[in-house]
């Protein structure tokens, strides 16, 4: 009589169930992805994304477009920089500091503005000029690195600017495809506040800014009004959410409450696919390594680095992170068209034994800077625990200093001559030649210039590295840049592990993505269904 | 009774003076700058030094601790590093949030408390006495975050009744205690949140209400005649100040200490404020809101001491 009564109400909540899902369903047609990021907090949207290169992927590249873009329609090769806001650029045949742009016409940003050489310019200024009233200092944080060669930028018609660099810079597109352009007309509105302008921020990208919850949820809708028609989203609305726990995360994902979930941790895939949730991979350029101390003892020893190399078991790496990691005897991933033909320091620790007997470093102390988490740091603390077993297995003893993701940002940007590690584990985009090989090798770009942490020094590497920026023929630069990259790995100017393969876990409702070999992600193909 | 909160009120100002110089250098002391969280990947260190300057970072640190202070006085606690907007609102907001999950949990804990706590001095050594003693044990010794997982693999993941994280569809702006659809998404933090005061209080009232069953007057309101449930309110009647005090504490506990139950929720509260600015070393917003979970703390104790004084004369007497 019980199990009847039970039944029965059963039977009436499924069916109520089932009848508000029909009410709700008819009641909104809309469409909507809920993607959750790793970011603790939105990140800014108003042109100038924080919180490293994953705000550029979904508060960036989908309110905002740059004079170039990156392709990201493809898993199956790089991304590479295609025409955005320009449509087509050259260098000056007669100065090969002037690069001249040629601009997309008929475009408009969100609030209506014309995008136009005018408004270039003005976006220039608001991070160039600090005298322009448009000036804002937190997006010269975030945009100043990709201006820092540009000397200054000329009209010369109403869709054609020159800019002028203070070098020649063969390079200057990958830069370029990094910086916004936002709406002059929306900033001078809000009176060239920007806390006002952030209320109704205004790019030219295939999503139009709808709503924010602050610390909560940034929705976007879809521009249906992009120049692009091929990337008009096929979703209504984009609901972007920050959450910092991958465990959080991945319940969220099978509790139904998101739809695309952001590096799920090694330990949950197992899980999520046994519910039915879609996990992909596919190599981009991360490098997770240890960046090398080189002008002090016992790194600025060749051998020594070789032998740390050598004493590198990858697939155990590998086998520990359940297969979201490759191996990696290089910065890049063999797909970018600098990879070469380099040495490869395949697993040999009795090689790595003998060269730090050659090199007389028996123990070899060193001391490694590691942080707990971090964007890009993957499983920081068993990685670290695993590499550290690994290189005293070979005559290493290695002291792992941990810190904070935001202390290790410090010790990175202010150099390793100010501190008392022999290497760090920091994490790198080389997502273009300009990162991946000329600022992590020459010395021009040494601390406080930039990003050669280790001060790693090899005159072939830096001559390579200027001939390179100045030469503007793609094929005979990328043969350059090939050599830079090939002498950098016989230097073995870091200690290479593995290559991240950003996993990530899709409700089984959503098709169309295609996850590009890129730190930037493409979302508008994604199709939401019932 | 005006002088005894007045002196009391007087006395809170050198303490929140003291938390705030404890609170700026230790966040001084802890490595890491707020403002490499607003440099991209590839800054220089010139970058870097620039935005210092334009936030007043390059100042000394005496410096900075007194225009801040200058300006809490005045009731502006400044403008957060990360999100440039006025710590006062976003801290207000994310109180609003955190006050009210705790204190649901607190008065659920509290209720809860004394049932089984009375239940279990009733009937000391009984099968109902160990069930309640084996609960209140389980809440103070199980980590809230572990807790508040498990939850989430239980209701959320495998039987779908309630959502994993967040504070409603739509954001906590929209939120509604009064709603259904946006409730359930606090059953979770609150259940969290309030174990491990139920255990506390469960023990506490326990052993006091067992104490007090066993002083003669008990024996004398028997021997007048009095039901066991009236024995039983004069039981609980004298365990009252000392209950009072547990709950204020236990409140104050909740609203500092909800740093993990909201990280592990996504709770928009002030725990998850907090975890947020330590990350990004938002200095501003990590004073602001230490400032305000220690007034929250030191108020709630005051009022707690006046409530013992109302209900225990004798207290105010001493």
């Known amino acids: ?530 | 009774m005006w002088l005894y909160a007045g002196r009391r009120i007087v006395l809170t100002i050198p303490i929140l003076l003291g938390v705030t110089i404890i609170c700026f250098a230790l966040v001084q002391i802890a490595p890491g700058d707020p403002i490499q969280n607003l440099l991209s990947p590839t800054a220089t260190a010139q970058d870097a030094a620039r935005l210092r300057a334009a936030y007043g970072l390059d100042q000394p640190l005496m410096v900075q601790y007194f225009i801040w202070l200058g300006k809490v006085c005045v009731g502006n606690l400044g403008m957060s590093i990360s999100d440039n907007v006025p710590v006062a609102g976003e801290v207000l907001h994310a109180f609003v949030n955190t006050i009210v999950i705790a204190l649901i949990s607190v008065v659920l804990a509290f209720v809860v408390s004394m049932i089984f706590g009375v239940i279990a001095a009733y009937r000391t050594g009984s099968l109902a006495d160990r069930l309640i003693t084996a609960v209140a044990v389980f809440g103070i010794s199980v980590p809230p975050f572990w807790l508040g997982v498990i939850l989430v693999i239980f209701f959320a993941v495998d039987l779908s009744w309630l959502p994993a994280t967040g504070m409603g569809a739509s954001g906590s702006e929209t939120f509604s205690y009064f709603r259904w659809a946006d409730f359930k998404f606090a059953i979770m933090p609150i259940i969290a949140l309030a174990l491990p005061p139920l255990g506390i209080m469960t023990r506490t009232t326990r052993s006091s209400i067992a104490e007090i069953l066993n002083q003669d007057f008990i024996q004398t309101l028997r021997a007048k005649g009095l039901s066991e449930a009236q024995v039983i309110v004069h039981a609980v009647v004298n365990i009252m100040p000392q209950a009072v005090a547990m709950l204020g504490l236990q409140l104050g506990y909740l609203i500092g200490g909800s740093v993990l139950v909201e990280t592990v929720f996504t709770w928009p509260g002030t725990g998850y404020l907090l975890n947020k600015a330590v990350l990004t070393r938002d200095i501003p917003l990590l004073q602001g809101t230490i400032l305000v979970l220690a007034t929250a703390f030191v108020l709630i104790n005051l009022v707690v001491d006046l409530a013992q004084s109302l209900i225990d004369p004798r207290l105010k007497r001493s």
Request: net charge neutral; hydrophobic share 40%.
């Open chain 1, 1 to 530: 009589m019980l199990s009847r009564g039970i039944r029965g109400a059963v039977k009436i909540a499924a069916i109520a169930v089932l009848a508000w899902g029909a009410i709700g369903g008819r009641a909104s047609a809309e469409s909507v992805l809920r993607v959750a990021m790793t970011a603790a907090d939105i990140p800014d949207y108003t042109g100038a994304p924080d919180q490293g290169y994953e705000g550029y992927r979904f508060a960036g590249y989908t309110l905002y477009d740059a004079l170039g873009l990156w392709d990201l329609s493809s898993s199956t090769k790089a991304a590479d920089v295609v025409p955005g806001l320009a449509t087509s650029w050259a260098i000056d045949p007669n100065n090969n500091k002037r690069w001249i742009y040629k601009l997309r016409q008929g475009v408009t940003y969100h609030d209506g503005c014309a995008w136009n050489a005018d408004s270039a310019i003005w976006n220039f200024a608001r991070v160039m000029d600090p005298k322009a009233p448009q000036f804002n200092a937190r997006h010269v944080g975030q945009m100043g690195t990709y201006v820092v060669n540009i000397a200054s930028v000329d009209k010369i018609d109403d869709y054609t600017i020159a800019i002028n660099t203070k070098a020649p810079s063969s390079l200057f597109p990958y830069e370029m495809a990094m910086y916004y352009m936002i709406s002059n007309c929306g900033v001078q509105k809000a009176g060239n506040d920007y806390n006002v302008y952030m209320k109704t921020p205004a790019g030219t990208g295939p999503y139009k800014f709808d709503k924010v919850v602050p610390h909560e949820r940034l929705e976007l809708v879809k521009n249906d009004k992009y120049w692009n028609p091929q990337r008009i989203p096929k979703h209504d609305r984009l609901v972007l959410l920050p959450m910092p726990e991958a465990s959080t995360r991945a319940a969220a994902l099978l509790s139904g409450q998101v739809d695309f979930v952001e590096a799920p941790s090694p330990d949950t895939i197992p899980r999520l696919k046994d519910a039915g949730m879609k996990i992909i991979t596919v190599p981009y350029p991360h490098n997770w390594d240890y960046m090398l101390r080189m002008d002090v003892p016992p790194f600025n020893d060749i051998r020594v680095r070789q032998a740390a190399n050598y004493a590198m078991n990858r697939q155990d790496m590998v086998d520990m992170l359940q297969g979201v990691a490759v191996a990696a005897t290089q910065t890049l991933i063999d797909s970018q068209p600098w990879y070469g033909k380099p040495v490869s320091y395949d697993y040999n620790p009795d090689k790595a034994k003998a060269l730090l007997k050659e090199a007389g470093c028996t123990p070899c102390v060193i001391k490694v800077g590691i942080s707990t988490s971090g964007s890009g740091q993957m499983q920081p603390l068993p990685m670290n625990e695993l590499v550290k077993e690994q290189l005293e297995a070979v005559g290493f003893n290695v002291q792992l200093a941990p810190m904070d993701w935001n202390a290790l940002i410090g010790v990175f940007l202010t150099g390793a001559k100010k501190y008392d590690f022999n290497a760090i584990n920091f994490s790198m985009a080389p997502i273009d030649p300009v990162q991946g090989i000329l600022k992590k090798w020459m010395t021009a770009y040494a601390p406080p210039a930039c990003c050669n942490w280790g001060f790693f020094a090899d005159p072939k590497v830096d001559q390579l590295g200027n001939e390179a920026l100045g030469e503007f023929d793609a094929t005979k630069r990328n043969a350059l840049l090939t050599k830079m990259n090939e002498q950098a790995v016989a230097d073995a100017a870091e200690l290479y592990i593995v290559h991240d393969l950003n996993p990530r876990a899709l409700s089984p409702k959503l098709s169309g993505f295609v996850q590009a070999q890129s730190w930037f992600q493409d979302l508008t193909p994604i199709v939401v269904s019932p």
